[in-house]
């Protein structure tokens, strides 16, 4: 039969142009976050980390929000570059434990 | 430091055949996990190990997946035997920790092992 496989959120913007990327996340007791980019044929790489006592944080050009009544993420990108195209996965720590549960993902692509 | 380093970068093996990747970890680094990357359900986590002893193995796929490590630099993913839907990317993991610090002590990752069974 048929499979179904993921279906990758995207968000094309042009370059220089500010990205945002949202993440819901499931468990309410997770009390530590990151977000992750992936390129084509590399593991994740680490790009920023927010605590669940904190609403935002910023980065070089990157900035997380994180709303815990909503349970929600986000990943702003300022004066996306084409070097920003690839797959951003938010990932969630649930409290207590030492692993992180990653989301589907969204594929970012860049225009010149 | 060289990052966390996996072996090999690709394999290619008959289905029933056994598989054994392979695991270097950065030095220092308490965790070592190891996901599996599919289209059809993305990145799941198979296992983890703190100081070299398993911690939550729920993640793994049946019996015929099974992970060791039998020093603090070294840890294998076997699975025998293969059969076509392994076929993924795997991935290793390393952490120091995170649950006692502070900030920006996420995983660093591996380039992973892209695994085919024919």
Same mark, same amino acid.
């Given at each position: ?10 968000l094309?913007?042009?370059?220089? #142009?500010?990205?945002?990327?949202? @993440? ?6 997770? *009390? ?35 709303n ?15 070097? #920003?195209?690839a797959?951003?996965? @938010? ?5 207590n434990? #030492? ?14 | ?5 996996q ?8 289905m029933?055949q056994?598989v054994?990747?392979r @695991? ?5 680094? +308490? ?7 599919t ?9 983890? $190990? ?5 911690? +939550? *193995?729920?993640?793994?796929?049946? *019996? ?21 839907? *392994?076929?993924?990317?795997? $991935? @290793?993991?390393?952490?120091?920790g995170f649950?006692?610090h ?5 995983y ?11």
């Open positions: 039969g048929e499979s179904v496989g993921l279906h990758l959120p995207t094309s913007v042009q370059e220089g #142009d500010n990205s945002i990327i949202n @993440c819901a996340y499931s468990n309410s007791a997770s *009390d530590y976050f990151i977000w992750y980019k992936q390129e084509s044929g590399k593991g994740p790489q680490f790009i920023i980390d927010i605590r669940s006592n904190m609403d935002k944080r910023q980065g070089q050009r990157v900035t997380v929000l994180l815990k009544t909503v349970k929600h993420l986000s990943l702003q990108i300022a004066a996306t570059q084409p070097g #920003d195209s797959v951003y996965f @938010c990932a969630e720590n649930p409290y434990t #030492d692993k992180l549960i990653f989301g589907t993902g969204t594929r970012l692509q860049v225009f010149p | 430091d060289a990052g966390v380093i072996s090999p970068r690709h394999e290619v093996t008959e029933g056994e054994t990747l @695991c270097k970890p950065i030095s220092g680094h +308490d965790y070592l996990f190891w996901y599996r990357q289209m059809m359900r993305g990145l799941e986590l198979l296992i983890y $190990f703190n100081n070299n002893v398993p911690i +939550d *193995d729920s993640g793994m796929p049946e *019996d015929r997946f099974s992970a060791k490590m039998p020093n603090a630099s070294f840890s294998t993913l076997k699975i025998q035997p293969s059969e076509p839907r *392994d076929s993924a990317v795997y $991935f @290793c993991a390393s952490s120091p649950r006692d502070g900030l920006n002590y996420g660093t990752f591996g380039s992973g092992t892209r695994l085919t069974v024919v």
